[in-house]
């Protein structure tokens, strides 16, 4: 009953942002009810198709395909308020994927499969529906270049599976992977956690300039931040320079100033003048600059 519930959740809230991502390509409302229900019941369909599983579940229980077109027409009728409640929808789509992702693992499991193919199709039911909303919405899929979001349909799986193996009890199992895959997937939007990007390009290919953490601007960051360096360093050799020859200077005046002293101590020194014929003073010459006295 809980899986059932937040199921309708799930696609409800994958409905209206598909439907809103139609309203951005300006669609008619048969291209809306289309995008809305690939999107939301698309994953587990394709899920179906690849492990065999008939009949669809949309096809088993319509009330599902219902509830989907229900609330695409009614996200048209309402569109102008639809923005108020985007962190909401963000909300309702993590519950979505978290179910979804259960529900592939159960599926897989039940047919008899392992872990792999439970993690396969969690990763399937998960967010294949969001695939195909941007593949006919004419852009990049988002699950390819956004935050973590596949991978959380792999954690819930692995999860799932690891405690189903355990011996823990279904109900509980359930329970407890839905909140890990929940706050997970919250986590990674908050804290815009993604995986790493590969990016390569060839000779003739242009660099986009949108891109910052690319090899050309590492490289030309890494020979600023060099030259930088060598220059700082040029400087740092200058003042040290500088340095010494300041010292070297500071004691020649030292020096300069210690014989300026020397002589005038030398000269102050010198026996002060005597009175002409006092005993004593002759053939004593005078200091230099003194001129003797004559008689």
Not at 121 to 141: H, N, Q, Y
Request: aromatic content about 10%.
């Amino acid at each position: 009953m809980l899986l059932t519930v937040l199921y309708i959740t799930g696609i409800t809230a994958e409905a209206v942002t598909a439907a809103l991502s139609a309203g951005r390509q300006k669609m008619d409302l048969f291209g809306v009810i289309a995008i809305a229900c690939m999107t939301a019941l698309g994953g587990g369909t394709v899920r179906d198709i690849i492990l065999g599983n008939y009949p669809l579940i949309w096809v088993e229980t319509p009330r599902y395909l219902l509830i989907v077109i229900g609330a695409a027409l009614i996200t048209v009728s309402i569109s102008w308020l639809m923005h108020y409640f985007r962190l909401l929808f963000l909300v309702l789509d993590a519950v979505g994927l978290s179910v979804f992702a259960v529900l592939g693992a159960q599926a897989a499991l039940e047919m008899g499969h392992g872990l792999v193919i439970a993690a396969v199709a969690a990763v399937v039911t998960g967010v294949f529906g969001g695939v195909l909303r941007d593949i006919f919405s004419d852009r990049m899929p988002l699950v390819f270049s956004k935050e973590i979001y596949a991978m959380v349909a792999v954690i819930a799986a692995c999860l799932y599976v690891g405690l189903l193996e355990l011996g823990v009890e279904e109900s509980a199992a359930i329970i407890v992977t839905l909140i890990v895959a929940f706050m997970t997937r919250l986590f990674a939007m908050y804290y815009k956690l993604g995986l790493p990007v590969f990016e390569y390009r060839g000779a003739d290919q242009p660099i986009d300039p949108r891109v910052r953490l690319s090899y050309r601007f590492i490289r030309r960051g890494f020979r600023s931040v060099r030259r930088r360096a060598g220059i700082d360093a040029f400087r740092y050799r200058l003042l040290d320079k500088k340095k010494e020859r300041g010292d070297q200077d500071d004691e020649q005046w030292a020096m300069e100033v210690d014989m300026k002293e020397s002589r005038e101590k030398r000269v102050q020194d010198w026996p002060k003048k005597k009175e002409i014929g006092e005993p004593g003073t002759e053939g004593r010459k005078p200091p230099e600059g003194e001129e003797p006295e004559g008689e």
